[in-house]
């Protein structure tokens, strides 16, 4: 049976209203009697709700975090760091996975608004506003994170990801690259890493592979392995792949092991994120890395000082990200 006020007022001997001042910490009470009260609230294991906390007009210490895909090694690491730089300041943070789609990304918004969350930080696609429009026009702090919405004024932590895949380019093409497939979903943040990429093939004067093409549907990795056989079984085929995370780098190699083709002598493969998983497959992956301990300590530290008045100098961070050079390469 759950806890309530009464039965701490009844058990500590003392009215209800004496409870709720030693909960919300005002009023004239006795040391004494808080003490007493304090130790029966222990006793009964209470936790006052956070519905009823808020609408007293008190903070809940808690954060809404929208996810797009907890599958995702780099979305899971990026949920951690927030939560555990979140944790350090007494803030809780209820995680919410979208699967990118713009209907739970209203639902979960709707939800956590209900539930009085005192800030956004939203992770997911977020291809359709109305949800951002939503937490702005209700004046509810938000941070966007791995993306930039430059048309809003909200606060934003964002990987380079353009620079990231300018490094990537870089990298294939001083190994002597120049047939390279990729593999993404049409995501904002891939599509800036790809304009990154074409951006060095023409400022090195490569022409786009007459065969290249950017699979841009390939989600999961079951779909990375089917697409880089594909890739693998053309005529023309590329002698390296860049993936846009890590997770669809994983499926290239095990398509082209599949193949038996040796990594990184007959293709050399690139990944994104710099997740746990590059260090785990085989050959170690080389992959664009983002700062994922600093770009959710960076959130929390947006969020929790707009929720407290605190004003913040720079609103849009944006971190560069580095070339972890591995065996695939």
């Not at 309530?4 to 030693?22: L, R």
Request: glycine letters at 6%.
């Amino acid at each position: 049976m759950k806890v309530t006020i009464y039965d701490i007022a009844e058990k500590a001997g003392v009215s209800i209203a004496t409870v709720s001042k030693v909960i919300n910490n005002k009023g004239r009470i006795s040391v004494e009697t808080r003490e007493n009260v304090l130790a029966v609230m222990k006793e009964l294991n209470y936790r006052p709700s956070i519905i009823a906390t808020a609408l007293t007009g008190k903070n809940t210490n808690t954060l809404g975090l929208l996810i797009p895909d907890l599958a995702n090694p780099f979305f899971a690491e990026l949920a951690r760091s927030i939560e555990d730089s979140a944790k350090d300041l007494d803030y809780n943070v209820v995680i919410c996975n979208t699967d990118y789609s713009s209907v739970k990304e209203s639902e979960y918004i709707d939800l956590l608004i209900q539930k009085q969350v005192d800030g956004f930080i939203l992770a997911s696609g977020f291809e359709q506003m109305k949800p951002v429009e939503t937490l702005i026009e209700r004046n509810i702090p938000v941070v966007i994170v791995a993306r930039e919405l430059p048309e809003f004024a909200v606060m934003s932590v964002a990987n380079d990801d353009y620079y990231g895949g300018y490094l990537a380019a870089q990298h294939l093409v001083e190994q002597g690259h120049q047939y390279i497939g990729i593999l993404g979903r049409d995501l904002w943040s891939n599509r800036e890493r790809i304009r990154g990429f074409n951006t060095y093939l023409e400022e090195q004067e490569i022409p786009l592979w007459p065969n290249f093409k950017y699979i841009e549907g390939v989600e999961h990795v079951e779909e990375a392995i089917k697409e880089t056989r594909r890739l693998l079984s053309d005529a023309k085929r590329p002698t390296a792949i860049f993936a846009c995370n890590d997770l669809l780098a994983a499926g290239a190699i095990r398509a082209a092991r599949d193949l038996d083709f040796e990594i990184p002598e007959d293709l050399a493969i690139v990944g994104y994120d710099d997740t746990s998983i590059a260090t785990i497959v085989q050959p170690t992956l080389t992959s664009v890395a983002q700062p994922i301990p600093e770009i959710g300590a960076a959130c929390i530290s947006l969020i929790v000082n707009k929720i407290q008045g605190i004003p913040v100098q720079n609103k849009n961070l944006k971190f560069n990200p580095t070339l972890m050079i591995r065996q695939s390469t």
